[in-house]
């Protein structure tokens, strides 16, 4: 049926002449040459290189010292888990260990006490490796930054480590809104990304009661490590009345998403026409995007005054035009 609805959006054939006409009038005055700018523009990537390359140069490296053992120096964590801060001294003799924050220059600790009134910081010392460890958690996006682990010294020796907060984002394939007709089956995917790493778990709530699983109803899971996505596939072999509502997929440690299940019995007009309103919002979208492809292709060639007049007239009637239904 939808198919059906799809191949019968047409736009009227007058709009849809003036359109074209005019989108192929612009894509002509784009290539015939007539300014010169494109030259001028051209020098323009040099001097962002230049910029770049400056900019660059004066930022400051780091370089991991020699009285330390190497140790990891870039951690990459998810917003609302624990992050751990190493650092290996090779030979204290007799000298404290103190981890600042390069934010605002905060002394975190010193030696196994801590001197912030952030009460999710905590220092660790294991004495058969040397190693110290802050502990930071739940952490934030706001923790992301710069920590030195600094032996007290003359001249004070330093480790830095790296910390970058990323937040986990979800989505559900397939929604927000199906429509699955009775006897189908129904497979809502949801997607987790910059979790680093797989999740340690996902529930599924339908209306929500939390979901079990078993006979016509399973759950795939598959992780992808070079994107770092994550997807927990919800299948239902053979979709029933009582299967419509709700479904919440809600990973550890990221943000639930949700998308509704209509389950359609004979023909439905009103799901109908609601694809169809879709459709057509579709079409409509298609000339937008059209209109901004033409508008960024003729002023990055020429100047704006020379097509201001045709990419008027182009996008007005362009983006005021609605497709109907023949």
């Known amino acids: 049926m939808e198919r059906h609805l799809t191949s019968s959006i047409a736009l009227k054939p007058r709009t849809r002449y003036w359109q074209w006409f005019l989108f192929a009038l612009l894509a002509l005055m784009c290539h015939t040459g007539r300014c010169n700018e494109v030259s001028q523009v051209g020098s323009a990537p040099s001097e962002w290189a230049v910029a770049e390359s400056s900019s660059s140069s004066s930022a400051t490296t780091y370089v991991a010292d020699a009285d330390f053992d190497v140790m990891p120096t870039e951690v990459r964590v998810a917003a609302g888990t624990t992050a751990y801060l190493s650092c290996r001294p090779r030979s204290l003799r007799n000298k404290t260990v103190s981890w600042v924050r390069h934010r605002d220059l905060h002394i975190l600790s010193v030696g196994r006490s801590v001197y912030t009134k952030d009460g999710r910081f905590s220092v660790?010392?294991?004495?058969?490796?040397?190693?110290?460890?802050?502990?930071?958690?739940?952490?934030?996006?706001k923790d992301s930054g710069l920590y030195e682990c600094q032996i007290g010294t003359q001249p004070t020796r330093s480790y830095f480590v790296h910390l970058q907060v990323v937040e986990p984002t979800t989505s559900i394939f397939g929604g927000p809104d199906m429509h699955v007709h009775e006897g189908s089956p129904v497979n809502l995917s949801c997607l987790v990304s910059q979790a680093v790493g797989q999740p340690e778990f996902f529930f599924w709530y339908h209306n929500g009661q939390v979901m079990e699983f078993g006979g016509d109803r399973t759950e795939k899971r598959q992780y992808f490590p070079e994107t770092d996505v994550t997807v927990s596939s919800l299948l239902i072999k053979a979709a029933h009345v009582s299967d419509s509502g709700n479904y919440t997929c809600q990973p550890a440690h990221c943000p639930p998403v949700s998308a509704k299940v209509y389950i359609l019995k004979g023909e439905q007009p009103a799901a109908m026409q609601r694809s169809g309103s879709a459709l057509m919002m579709n079409a409509a979208g298609y000339w937008w995007r059209l209109s901004l492809v033409a508008a960024a292709m003729c002023y990055s060639s020429y100047s704006v005054g020379l097509l201001t007049l045709p990419m008027s007239v182009f996008l007005f009637v362009s983006l005021t035009s609605v497709p109907n239904f023949g």
């Open 124 to 141: 660790y010392h294991q004495r058969h490796t040397g190693e110290w460890t802050l502990q930071l958690r739940s952490v934030q996006l």
